[in-house]
T-cell receptor, first 115, second 116 residues
Framework: AQTVTQSQPEMSVQEAETVTLSCTYDTSESDYYLFWYKQPPSRQMILVIRQEAYKQQNATENRFSVNFQKAAKSFSLKISDSQLGDAAMYFCAYRSSGTASKLTFGTGTRLQVTL | DTGVSQNPRHKITKRGQNVTFRCDPISEHNRLYWYRQTLGQGPEFLTYFQNEAQLEKSRLLSDRFSAERPKGSFSTLEIQRTEQGDSAMYLC??????????????FGPGTRLLVL
């Protein structure tokens, strides 16, 4: 079974600074997808960014980018120019590429953004 | 596109009672997922449907849990004889699977269940 580990329960960043959230995963599969989801307080979870394992190029979405290291099974999220609205729980998630499309989540990292 | 909706948003019940939650997916999404999220944890998969067919159930889904998706539209999740350990946020997500679309799961706001 696949597992996802987020070793940082909480992180803090100053507004306009850059922060990196860590995620590692364990799988025996060669093809899969990785995601970062954001869950603001009392609001629904939204997708931040996704990465296909077969792609060597790291995904980017505006201020959000990932560092995908397949051999190390590492998938970190970098948030540049942090904004107050970035404060939320961030979950790393794994999905197999086959028919089983369920997401396996990590325990999350709570990101605080300070002035 | 009105997003995934879930009702009720909050439910308080006494141990031993039955509860039912409803999820309305994004229109035309053919897959629907249920997850459970306890405090301090990430969501855990419970079950999912493709159209009206329930394709996978987690071992977390005990015999007291049942889910349906009649006509492949909305879904209900029923918990019978609730226990205090059932207290959690129940999340629904939907997605569109097609030959040319990368699947992305869109989540609803969740139903928070408290069993007293």
């Amino acid at each position: 079974a696949q597992t996802v580990t987020q070793s940082q329960p909480e992180m803090s960043v100053q507004e306009a600074e850059t922060v990196t959230l860590s995620c590692t995963y364990d799988t025996s599969e060669s093809d899969y997808y990785l995601f970062w989801y954001k869950q603001p307080p009392s609001r629904q979870m939204i997708l931040v960014i996704r990465q296909e394992a077969y792609k060597q190029q790291n995904a980017t979405e505006n201020r959000f980018s990932v560092n995908f290291q397949k051999a190390a099974k590492s998938f970190s999220l970098k948030i540049s120019d942090s904004q107050l609205g970035d404060a939320a729980m961030y979950f790393c998630a794994y999905r197999s590429s086959g028919t089983a499309s369920k997401l396996t989540f990590g325990t999350g990292t709570r990101l605080q953004v300070t002035l | 596109d009105t997003g995934v909706s879930q009702n009720p948003r909050h439910k308080i019940t006494k141990r031993g009672q039955n509860v039912t939650f409803r999820c309305d997916p994004i229109s035309e999404h053919n897959r629907l997922y249920w997850y459970r999220q306890t405090l301090g944890q990430g969501p855990e998969f419970l079950t999912y449907f493709q159209n009206e067919a329930q394709l996978e159930k987690s071992r977390l889904l005990s015999d007291r849990f049942s889910a349906e998706r009649p006509k492949g539209s909305f879904s209900t999740l029923e918990i019978q004889r609730t226990e205090q350990g059932d207290s959690a946020m129940y999340l629904c997500a939907s997605s569109l699977i097609s030959g040319t679309t990368r699947e992305t799961q869109y989540f609803g706001p969740g139903t928070r269940l408290l069993v007293l």
